[in-house]
């Protein structure tokens, strides 16, 4: 057989919402580590097939599991993007990719119409990345910056 291409890390996304299995919402210790695996283990187009499952359960699902879903989704997407890590200090969203990642013209266009004067750039040796300043709703922007790549 011939070896399958290889898979790109998911990146590090660090913002500051709140995201986790609440424990009012699924109170055994036990099942909430099989839910955080079953979501871990999910690919991008089961989670919200794993979502509706969690909500046959136990209901509505809390806005603290709607982030960590979200953010799960995200860190697939934008692992296919290239991107290293998603961090978010105070009001600023910084986005860097991995080494010799390429971004199309196109997209950089995008992420200007989409962010204005919002957006800047920072050059690394460890994989160039952008800034978007003055966030209200992180996972918005990170969902912003990864749908410029389509």
């Known amino acids: 057989?011939?070896?399958?291409?290889?898979?790109?890390?998911?990146?590090r996304?660090?913002?500051l919402v709140p995201a986790f299995i609440p424990e009012d919402y699924v109170g055994d210790d036990m099942?909430?580590?099989?839910?955080?695996?079953?979501?871990?283990?999910?690919?991008?187009?089961?989670?919200a097939?794993?979502?509706k499952g969690f909500e046959d359960i136990s209901g509505p699902a809390p806005a603290p599991l709607k982030n960590l879903i979200e953010i799960i989704r995200l860190?697939?997407?934008?692992?296919?993007?290239?991107?290293r890590s998603v961090t978010q200090k105070d009001s600023d969203l910084e986005?860097?990719?991995l080494p010799g990642a390429k971004v199309?013209?196109?997209v950089i266009g995008r992420w200007r119409k989409a962010f204005g004067d919002r957006l800047s750039f920072l050059p690394s040796k460890a994989g160039d990345g952008i800034r978007v300043t003055a966030v209200d709703d992180p996972l918005a922007d990170v969902a912003a910056v990864s749908?410029?790549?389509l």
Do not use: H, I
Request: glycine share 6%; charged share 30%; proline share 6%.
């Open 49 to 51: 097939a794993v979502m």
């Open 75 to 83: 860190k697939k997407l934008l692992a296919r993007r290239s991107v």
């Open 95 to 97: 986005v860097f990719f």
């Open 104 to 106: 199309e013209p196109g």
């Open 1 to 11: 057989g011939r070896a399958g291409a290889a898979e790109l890390p998911e990146p």
């Open 31 to 47: 099942e909430r580590l099989n839910f955080y695996k079953k979501l871990l283990n999910a690919r991008e187009a089961e989670l």
């Open 147 to 149: 749908s410029a790549f």
């Open 13 to 15: 996304m660090d913002v």
